[in-house]
């Protein structure tokens, strides 16, 4: 049975207005949708890989659009590159990250509601797909942020004519 398509449109208008709360809830939702997870509020890392590219390019070239380069999928990718973050967990290099787009302050993870959510908050900083998160709330983002980085490598590329009119596929 082929899924359906996701529609960005909502995604787009929260970003265009600088919705950004409800900009990365919508995210989340369509990630959501795109790996079939059921029942639940998180991806989990095996529902990863049921995540189009084409899905990940959409979604990532909206929030690059929207906040002029400031944040996005592709953004946070480029920062794990820079400090040569390995695809696992690797307490030292994440924490790097964290502190780099301002999930940690002084080594300590803030939450969810804690994030700056405005343009002025550190380069990367923003989508963070973890509402629920408490205390270690990047912890549970990065391992998913890694398992997505294997996907998202070709990501600068523009997708090819039929990615682009079968975005689901």
């Known amino acids: 049975m082929r899924p359906s398509r996701l529609d960005y449109s909502r995604l787009n208008t929260l970003l265009e207005e600088r919705s950004w709360h409800q900009a990365n809830l919508e ?9 079939h997870a059921r029942g639940s509020f998180w991806i989990r890392i095996n529902e990863v890989d049921r995540i189009p590219a084409t899905t ?15 944040f996005g999928f592709s953004v946070q990718g480029r920062i794990l590159s820079d400090l040569s973050a390995p695809e ?11 502190d780099l787009v301002g999930w940690r302050k002084q080594g300590i993870w803030i939450d969810y509601c804690d994030l700056n959510l405005a ?12 509402p629920m998160g408490k205390h270690y709330p990047g912890i549970s983002y990065i391992w998913l942020l890694g398992a997505l980085r294997r996907k998202l490598i070709p990501i600068s590329t523009k997708p090819t004519t039929d990615e682009a009119n079968n975005p689901d596929k």
Not at 56 to 70: A, K
Request: no cysteine.
């Open 27 to 35: 995210t989340l939702v369509l990630l959501l949708n795109a790996s």
């Open 119 to 130: 343009l002025d908050a550190p380069t990367g900083h923003l989508p963070r797909i973890d």
């Open 88 to 98: 696992y967990y690797e307490p030292h290099t994440w924490g790097q990250f964290a």
């Open 56 to 70: 990940l390019r959409l979604i990532d070239r909206l929030w690059v659009n929207n906040s002029h380069g400031h």
